[in-house]
């Protein structure tokens, strides 16, 4: 057989392989249900945190260091959820939130740091903002496919 044939019958083979077998490109990474859930429970963590430096109704006995265990936590959290986004392939979107999550929660920690003290408008502005950062991260993760979505 000549060497022509024989790249005509592997393109065919080839081909006929392609067809008939589940071939497909992913564009964003499978759905993660437990960064999910994480992300959803740290969202738990800020709203509790805000509430409970509202319950205290003067503004300057809400002291940052009274408070400074909960920050801590919930940037736990945030980084956390910052570096399983890091680490997935396919996941820029997804890891650029999470980045900018970490770094809206890092300015309004500082500031409560350096100020001592938050006011009632910066406790409702950061809840807001926070609560807007959390549903972005989880509806990036709700509008991923699921693992198996395409198999079948």
């Given at each position: 057989m000549s060497m022509k044939k024989l790249k005509n019958i592997a393109l065919a083979?080839?081909?006929?392989?392609?067809?008939?077998?589940?071939?497909?490109?992913?564009?964003?990474?499978?759905?993660d249900t437990a960064l999910a859930k994480q992300i959803e429970l740290t969202g738990k963590m800020i709203d509790s945190l805000y509430l409970n430096i509202a319950e205290e109704t003067v503004a300057e006995e809400r002291t940052y260091?009274?408070?400074?265990?909960g920050y801590n936590a919930v940037e736990v959290e945030l980084n956390s959820i910052l570096l399983k986004?890091?680490?997935?392939?396919?996941?820029k979107d997804a890891e650029k939130i999470a980045e900018n999550s970490v770094t809206l929660w890092s300015r309004y920690k500082s500031k409560h740091?350096?100020?001592?003290?938050?006011s009632n408008a910066?406790?409702?502005?950061?809840?807001?903002?926070?609560?807007?950062?959390?549903?972005?991260?989880?509806?990036g993760e709700k509008y991923k496919p699921e693992e198996n979505e395409n198999e079948n």
């Open positions: 083979g080839t081909l006929i392989c392609l067809l008939f077998t589940d071939c497909r490109i992913k564009l964003l990474p499978d759905r260091k009274k408070y400074a265990k986004n890091k680490v997935k392939a396919l996941n740091q350096a100020d001592n003290r938050i910066d406790i409702k502005l950061n809840r807001v903002f926070m609560r807007d950062q959390v549903l972005n991260m989880l509806l």
